[in-house]
């Protein structure tokens, strides 16, 4: 498998760019992760108020790293890891998060070649104290 990034132009060092625009991937098998966030994949239902809580305990920056947990845990089992990403949709509860997203995502894949992303701003997510929800398409 081969990724290649995608420049229509050279990126300026002063711009820190989050994101790559696009990747080039070839001869892979994707993956399709869906939605994570700070919700643990498998868990009780209806939710137990104590371990609903433990979910969202913390702020953006918490949760995020809860989000990504999990992500790297359904790509592990699938046989990958978040170097294998080539493309994110993050959708956040609010906008004005994105800066501390672009600081854990620094953390998560580098400054050099960070994956593709969209990042959207929803009225809701799937529960009132959850503050975002990523999906992820990876490539082995």
Same mark, same amino acid.
């Given at each position: 498998m081969k990724i290649t990034p995608v420049h229509p132009q050279e990126p300026k060092p002063e711009y820190n760019m989050p994101f790559v625009p696009a990747f080039v991937v070839e001869g892979a098998k994707l993956i399709f992760v869906a939605g994570c966030g700070p919700i643990p994949p498998y868990h009780k239902h209806p939710h137990v108020p104590e371990e609903e809580a433990e979910?969202? &305990? +913390? +702020?953006?920056? #918490?949760?995020t790293l809860k989000t990504f947990e999990h992500i &790297?845990? %359904?790509?592990?089992?699938a046989g990958a890891d978040l170097t294998n990403i080539v493309k994110l949709t993050i959708y956040l509860s609010d906008v004005a998060?994105? @800066? %501390?997203? @672009? #600081? %854990?995502?620094?953390e998560m894949f580098g400054t050099q070649i960070p994956p593709p992303r969209t990042v959207v701003q929803v009225a809701a997510l799937n529960h009132v104290n959850m503050k975002l929800e990523i999906d992820v398409i990876a490539a082995i």
């Amino acid at each position: 498998m081969k990724i290649t990034p995608v420049h229509p132009q050279e990126p300026k060092p002063e711009y820190n760019m989050p994101f790559v625009p696009a990747f080039v991937v070839e001869g892979a098998k994707l993956i399709f992760v869906a939605g994570c966030g700070p919700i643990p994949p498998y868990h009780k239902h209806p939710h137990v108020p104590e371990e609903e809580a433990e979910w969202f &305990k +913390g +702020g953006i920056r #918490e949760q995020t790293l809860k989000t990504f947990e999990h992500i &790297k845990m %359904v790509l592990a089992a699938a046989g990958a890891d978040l170097t294998n990403i080539v493309k994110l949709t993050i959708y956040l509860s609010d906008v004005a998060d994105q @800066n %501390v997203i @672009n #600081e %854990v995502s620094a953390e998560m894949f580098g400054t050099q070649i960070p994956p593709p992303r969209t990042v959207v701003q929803v009225a809701a997510l799937n529960h009132v104290n959850m503050k975002l929800e990523i999906d992820v398409i990876a490539a082995i």
